[in-house]
């Protein structure tokens, strides 16, 4: 039976790292992340789980330890922020090209410097082309359940997961969490059997010298479990829905049939902005919204099927790429790219280092988005 | 633990490997590679049960491109600067897994243990993380060309210190650094004092918790040297005490051979790195050679004697020594017989030690003489 | 699922997803960096180069420092079937050259020939003949070189009948040295051990005179082996046969002597006349040997010297006797004389005499051929052989002192005799076998010595040579006693452990174990090293590593 519980977002993370029975974690604080290693280390010392926690000297040893205990055959952890997943970079090319199901949860923080600790995506974005997977979540129950698919689709594909949880808003915000019982976990997440490994019985090295006639070869596998990957998270999550009654989907999307124009968002954005969706409906503005879910690998289908249904899409980031424009809406833009029907497209970006989006502000966004006489593209602050 | 050094150099029993070989041929060392034999004969002493982690560096080369390896036992390629955290991960999946007969070795080369990986072997060594550290000092990053690290010695040229004097700064002191960690072995190895090494392989490889080697390890395309003066180099280094044989086990200095010392420069005479090196910049390295012995030699107990006298001092033998006073000499030279040759030993010490046919012998001689002795006999 | 494949594995290459490198780098043949090559080598060593009757000296003594005593036995046999004799009395040239000098003393390689010499007879190891039988030989002389032909014809199967003018056999051995250098009793029990399973019969007091050209007749081939039985006498007035050395050493060691009183003037400078001067000390009398040309010109080997003096032996260099008068005791003459070397004539100081009075006279100025095989020996010296030690008759052979290549030495005549056996055994099988190898072993072919600089040194530490023990010189002097004793097992175990085996692979293993490319295998069977020339690259630490070099290298365009 499943029981419910107040969590916060990192909480959340923390039980469903436990209930995944993660066997190798490497841990390192940074704020906002801290309390997730904090909750895991209470939970070992509880006996909830028994995971080896190495507790290393900075977040790039946290991945090398993972990538360590991953190769040698077992489940690994780690979480981090911002300027910690910025020195972990270069491993998580390793982790993502050693082909290892790690899994690791990123709160979103902004970059220094000017100091901050409150949210924007810019750090797990700047990650984007590690080969990662990315999981851009919008509650704490979300965050838990998405923490098992993580580790299901990642050991399914040998591709690392990166589940992305917003600074405060989400990571430190207690919710009522449904978690569900160890059988239904045990029926999502068998235990690891990898597929290669560091053994003794047959002695192999990995990462050697890869000459140029092998190298792209490797890359290319790589990408093709990207597209498998996509077909893998749908299906767990078919199968999840099945075992929780819950599903999240690649995109979502939320009275979004109808509409003629689309605030398109990621993240607890999403959440803020139900409610806007819904007064500018009673108003009787033709709005709706989409959720992109999954990032990476990046939903081309499911993003081409929602937006084609629209006149214009107003997308909104919490990121920027300087000297172009928002992140999401990039890739939105690219995805759409000589397909029929497609929408006008405006770009915002806003919110970043934990600028408060408030329903206001995104009501005025939509507002904005819509009356705008377009001209090429277009790209604007909030 | 059966301690076997041998303390008479008779040129014929010289190894004691019995291990079988496991390193491959047809690697891609240099010809004369010094990490090459020391990788060879660790990986025997260690045996099949290991897994080396191995960031970027010369050997991640040697040990073969895609799809070969030579190590003959699992290696895990890891980022330049992540060998001890990548070990350490190695070693927390085996205990998860409850595997505890295999050995997890970091083998790196200076630039991955005294600069770059530098940070992530301290934590490892402070976490007393359950591996052995191997660095394997080529003095330079010879992967990359032959550039200076912080393990280059003064005065040595490198591609990065081109100009006279090669490199102006001194050679980071890691030793003291590791040891500070009051990690439970430590040890500096050569290759061409192949018992000790192969000893203190075997005796880290008992060892439980964080053990940190360190080999120096000629280089004949970085240093300059003919390729077939590798051991010759280890020999010189060694003895000129540019590189003192010693180890730290629980806290206690030990120098493990103590060598009739040779002036540096026969040594830096065979390395062209060094060909620029004359006059006073020698006399200022042998300056600080010899500090550092001091240094070694306080650390260890030991008088230092710079300038020890050529002969061992000769003195009439009267009493014979006690068996106690015996035991003491033999475990001065690293001796662990048995209880039947100890007997024998002493009862040959006894016979010998006021012959006057002997008389000529140094007691440490006579001493060397009895133990050559009763290696030789079969006491089980 | 959609076709996935990339290119590679459409055309049926599989990488994994991970690059893991599944195959050892054997594949990888390394040998064609390499552009020298080294090969495996032995070199005689320098000991062995110099050694008078052959020994494959470092393989000897490989065995004993593994405690295979009977095997060294073996192998020394296969060169001297009398170590105990040789390991008394030779001058030992291989100590001298031996490399280990300058680390704590040369290895008492002597000692240890003589350590298996008594071990072969306390053990009583017997000589035996490896048939088939065939052939019968004629030994004329039961010396060092008649033994030895006699032994290493023995043992080819040959029948071998020895005729020897004395009562028992030795030669020299037995009337020359005396005593307290090689007790009889040695020379006895090693005879013995020798012959006793050996088909082989002597036949004593027979002296073969004009006869041996019957002896031609009747064997199948003869050998001479007569040595030097003459004194020579200088011709001075008052000189005479019954001052004769070597008589008065044949008289000692037949037990004949009396006790003598007074002093003793020994003439001459070499082995003889030690042995005659320290004998004399020992029946009672003070000597003194004169000698015409200075100390570091004597003849006399270093042992003598050096033992003699200790004993008490005054010299008195750069004088010759010219006339001797006999008046109750001797009134010698001697004038002085100034040399310059051993081979240039002394030069007479004029006007130099002067007298000594003494109460014994011994002449030692040395020994020569009888003249009696007038077809193949000149009026005067010794018997014309070829290399192959052959005379102008094909069937006639002589070794040893009495040809006119005379060694000289025991060792020496061991040698000869070996090479003259070879000679016979080629000459009756009409074997054109080339002259025959001075160093017998095992091991196929040696190169040139090595030296000094070859040998790797830090491989070896300073291990001072172990001091023999001998009797003080008091109670030496009392008796005809043997004055050293043989080293224990336990110094003989110290001094093989400080020899560097110049030269010859001790299978150390240190070139394998240093092989960067693990490219060197021993085969057990062949007890052989070999390189892989598939994976080396050359670098030649094994060549350099070597502690006795055992390895050369050279160039190989790969
Ligand atoms: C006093 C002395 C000390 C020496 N000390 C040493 C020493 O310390 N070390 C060393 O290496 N060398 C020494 N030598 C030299 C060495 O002894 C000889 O070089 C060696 O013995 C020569 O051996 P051979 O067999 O040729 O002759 P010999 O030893 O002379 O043997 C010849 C044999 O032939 C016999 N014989 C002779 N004529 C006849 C005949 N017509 N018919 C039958 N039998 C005959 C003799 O009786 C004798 O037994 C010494 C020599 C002397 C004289
Ligand atoms: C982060 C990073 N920086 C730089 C490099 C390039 N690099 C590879 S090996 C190497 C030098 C290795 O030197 P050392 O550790 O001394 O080993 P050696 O090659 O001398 O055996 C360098 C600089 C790298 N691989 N990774
Ligand atoms: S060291 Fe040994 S092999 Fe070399 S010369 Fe001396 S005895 Fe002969
Ligand atoms: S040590 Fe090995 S690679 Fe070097 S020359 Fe000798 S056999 Fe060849
Ligand atoms: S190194 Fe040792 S095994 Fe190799 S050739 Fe030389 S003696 Fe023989
Ligand atoms: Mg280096």
């Known amino acids: 039976m499943p029981r419910h519980e107040l969590l916060t977002g990192n909480e959340a993370v923390a039980h469903a790292v436990a209930m995944a029975k993660a066997d190798v974690i490497g841990i390192y604080p940074i704020t906002p992340q801290t309390t997730i290693i904090e909750e895991i280390c209470n939970l070992a010392a509880n006996k909830t789980f028994s995971p080896k926690i190495v507790h290393v000297e900075s977040e790039h040893s946290a991945m090398a330890t993972i990538i360590g205990a991953a190769f040698t055959g077992v489940r690994t952890f780690t979480a981090t922020s911002s300027q910690g997943l910025a020195l972990m970079h270069e491993l998580l090319h390793w982790a993502a090209g050693g082909r290892l199901p790690i899994v690791l949860a990123n709160v979103n923080r902004a970059m220094a410097p000017g100091w901050s600790i409150w949210t924007d995506q810019n750090d797990s974005l700047s990650q984007r082309d590690t080969g990662w997977m990315q999981f851009y979540c919008e509650s704490a129950q979300e965050v838990l359940d998405t923490i098992f698919l993580a580790y299901r689709v990642s050991e399914q594909v040998l591709i690392p997961s990166m589940v992305v949880l917003d600074a405060f808003v989400l990571s430190h915000t207690s919710e009522p969490v449904e978690i569900p019982d160890n059988e239904t976990i045990n029926k999502f997440l068998p235990n690891f059997t990898p597929s290669f490994k560091l053994d003794i019985d047959n002695p192999c090295s990995f990462g050697a010298l890869l000459r140029p006639q092998f190298y792209q070869e490797v890359r290319h596998k790589l990408n093709d479990a990207m597209s498998e990957a996509l077909i893998k998270i749908n299906e767990s999550d078919k199968l999840w829905k099945q075992l929780t009654g819950r599903e999240w989907g690649i995109v979502t999307e939320y009275r979004a049939d109808d509409a003629d124009y689309l605030f398109v968002t990621s993240a607890t954005t999403a959440s803020t902005a139900k409610p806007v969706i819904d007064k500018l409906r009673k108003e009787g503005l033709k709005i709706g919204l989409i959720k992109i879910r999954v990032f990476r690998p990046f939903p081309f289908e499911q993003v081409k099927k929602y937006l084609t249904k629209c006149k214009r899409a107003i997308i909104f980031d919490r990121n920027i790429s300087y000297g172009h424009h928002g992140i999401f809406a990039q890739e939105i833009k690219s995805a759409l790219y000589g397909v029929k029907n497609s929408p006008e497209i405006l770009c915002y970006t806003g919110g970043l280092g934990g600028k408060d989006i408030t329903p206001q502000l995104i009501e005025e966004t939509i507002i904005k988005g819509t009356k705008t006489k377009l001209n090429g593209s277009l790209f604007e602050w909030i | 633990m059966k301690n076997y050094s041998k303390p008479v150099l008779d040129g014929r029993r010289i190894w004691t490997t019995p291990e079988k070989e496991i390193y491959s041929s047809g690697h891609l060392a240099c010809p004369g590679c010094g990490v090459a034999i020391s990788a060879r004969t660790a990986l025997k002493v260690f045996g099949k049960k290991t897994i080396l982690v191995v960031p970027a560096c010369c050997f991640a080369v040697i040990d073969g491109p895609f799809p070969y390896s030579a190590a003959g036992v699992p290696l895990l390629h890891c980022a330049f600067e992540s060998a001890a955290a990548t070990a350490s991960g190695v070693r927390a999946a085996l205990d998860q897994m409850k595997i505890n007969d295999i050995n997890v070795v970091a083998w790196a080369g200076d630039g991955g243990t005294y600069d770059i990986g530098l940070q992530a072997l301290s934590a490892a060594a402070e976490r007393n993380e359950n591996m052995i550290y191997v660095c394997y000092d080529n003095e330079a990053y010879m992967n990359t060309g032959i550039q200076r690290s912080s393990a280059t010695p003064a005065g040595a040229w490198t591609t990065t210190t081109p100009a006279y004097p090669g490199k102006p700064e001194r050679k980071k002191d890691l030793a003291s650094i590791m040891i500070a960690h009051k990690i439970p072995y430590f040890a500096t190895a050569s290759i061409s004092y192949m018992n000790d090494f192969i000893d203190k392989f075997r005796k880290a490889k008992d060892i439980k918790g964080f053990r940190f080697i360190h080999l120096l390890s000629p280089c004949a395309p970085g240093w300059k040297h003919a390729e077939s003066d590798t051991i010759e180099l280890g020999f010189l280094a060694v003895r000129s005490r540019i590189f003192p044989l010693f180890e730290v086990e629980n806290n206690k200095w030990k120098i493990t051979y103590n060598p009739h010392p040779t002036s540096i420069n026969k040594y830096l005479d065979l390395q062209g790195r060094f060909k620029h090196v004359k006059g006073e910049d020698i006399k200022a390295i042998q300056t600080e050679v010899d500090k550092r012995w001091e240094e070694l030699c306080e650390k260890c107990d030991l008088p230092s004697q710079i300038n020890p006298p050529e002969q061992p001092v000769q003195h009439t033998r009267n009493q014979v020594l006690s068996k106690e006073q015996f035991q003491e000499v033999l475990s001065k030279h690293f001796i662990n017989f048995s209880d039947n040759e100890n007997e024998l030993a002493y009862q040959m010490l006894k016979s010998l030690w006021l012959d006057k046919s002997y008389s000529h012998f140094s007691d440490e001689e006579l001493i060397c003489n009895i133990i050559a002795r009763v290696q030789m006999c079969d006491c089980t | ?558």
């Open chain 3, 1 to 558: 699922m959609k076709n996935l494949k990339t290119p590679l594995q459409q055309s049926g290459i599989n990488v994994p997803i991970s690059g893991q490198s599944l195959k050892t780098t054997a594949e990888n043949k390394t040998g064609i960096w390499r552009n020298v090559e080294p090969f495996y080598l032995d070199r005689i060593s320098p000991c062995a180069q110099v050694c008078l009757s052959g020994h494959d000296i470092p393989v000897i003594i490989e065995l004993v420092y593994e405690n295979k005593f009977e095997e060294a036995l073996k192998i020394l046999r296969l060169a001297n079937p009398l170590p105990a004799s040789t390991g008394r009395v030779c001058p030992a040239p291989c100590e001298s050259s031996c490399l280990r000098k300058s680390l704590g003393g040369s290895v008492s390689i002597k000692q240890i020939e003589r350590f298996l010499g008594d071990f072969a007879i306390e053990n009583r190891i017997f000589c035996l003949s490896k048939g088939p039988h065939r052939g019968r030989i004629a030994i004329i002389g039961a010396g060092p070189a008649g033994i030895s032909a006699a032994y290493f014809l023995a043992i080819k199967g040959y029948f071998v009948t020895v005729f020897e003018e004395k009562k028992k056999a030795g030669g020299l051995l037995r009337y020359g040295i005396p005593s307290f250098r090689l007790p009889k009793r040695i020379l006895d029990r090693e005879l013995e051990i020798v012959f006793k399973q050996l088909p082989v019969e002597f036949i004593y007091e027979k002296r073969i005179t004009k006869d041996y050209e019957k002896l031609l007749r009747q064997f199948d081939s003869v050998i001479i082996t007569c040595g030097k039985s003459i004194s020579q006498i200088p011709d001075i007035p008052g000189a005479g046969e019954k001052m004769s050395g070597l008589t008065f050493l044949e008289q000692i060691n037949n037990g004949d002597s009396q006790p003598l009183s007074g002093s003793v003037a020994v003439i001459g400078g070499g082995s003889t006349a030690f042995d005659c001067a320290r004998s004399a000390l020992r029946l009672g009398c003070d000597s003194t040997i004169y000698y015409r040309r200075s100390k570091k010109e004597m003849p006399a080997f270093e042992h003598d010297i050096t033992e003699g003096l200790e004993e008490g032996i005054q010299i008195v260099e750069n004088v010759i006797p010219i006339q001797i008068d006999k008046n109750g005791d001797y009134k010698i003459t001697f004038a002085k004389t100034t040399s310059k070397d051993r081979k240039s004539a002394v030069k007479i100081i004029p006007n130099s005499e002067f007298a000594v009075t003494t109460d014994h006279i011994l002449f030692a100025t040395g020994e020569k051929q009888e003249h009696l095989f007038n077809k193949v020996q000149k009026e005067t010296g010794g018997i014309d052989v070829s290399q192959t030690y052959r005379t102008s008759d094909p069937k006639l052979f002589a070794a040893g002192d009495v040809t006119v290549m005379a060694p000289g030495t025991v060792a020496g005549a061991i040698l000869q005799g070996r090479l003259t056996a070879t000679s016979v055994h080629n000459y009756l099988n009409k074997t054109t076998e080339p002259h025959p190898a001075k160093i017998p072993h095992l091991r196929g072919a040696k190169d040139d010595g090595t030296t000094i600089e070859k040998i790797n040194l830090n491989y070896f530490q300073e291990l001072r040579r172990s001091a023999q023990k001998a009797t003080d010189i008091k109670s030496r002097l009392k008796n005809f006693d043997e004055i050293s004793s043989t080293l224990n097992e336990n110094s003989v175990a110290w001094e093989v452990k400080r020899c560097f085996s110049c030269g010859t692979c001790v299978y150390c293993s240190n070139c394998m174990n240093y092989c960067p490319d693990n490219a060197i295998s021993f085969d057990s069977s062949k007890k052989r090293f070999s390189v892989n020339l598939d994976y080396c690259k050359g670098c030649l630490i094994c060549v350099k590593e070597c502690p006795r070099h055992c390895m050369g290298s050279k160039y190989a365009a790969a």
